[in-house]
């Protein structure tokens, strides 16, 4: 599923419409040689797309290069 939604993503990039994939733990049952696969394939595809991956789990995704942008908590 996800390697579809990066084909629509690039296809609309291609025709110059702006595009982004959005990843929400999509890959957090993956087993360690599919995540490996798919942190090369999200490399690789971010040259082109601006990819945004929102996760609880910070290592998995240690091995792509990229912003880390974490949440606090904010009490009032």
Not at 34 to 58: F, P, Y
Request: charged share 25%; aromatic share 4%.
């Amino acid at each position: 599923a996800v390697l579809v939604r990066l084909a629509f993503a690039q296809i609309l990039a291609e025709r110059n419409m702006p595009a982004m994939l959005i990843l929400d733990d999509a890959l957090v049952y993956s087993d360690d040689r599919r995540l490996d696969e798919m942190c090369a394939i999200l490399h690789d595809a971010a040259r082109n797309l601006q990819i945004v991956i929102l996760s609880c789990h910070g290592r998995m995704w240690s091995k792509l290069p990229g912003e880390l942008l974490t949440m606090e908590r904010v009490t009032a």
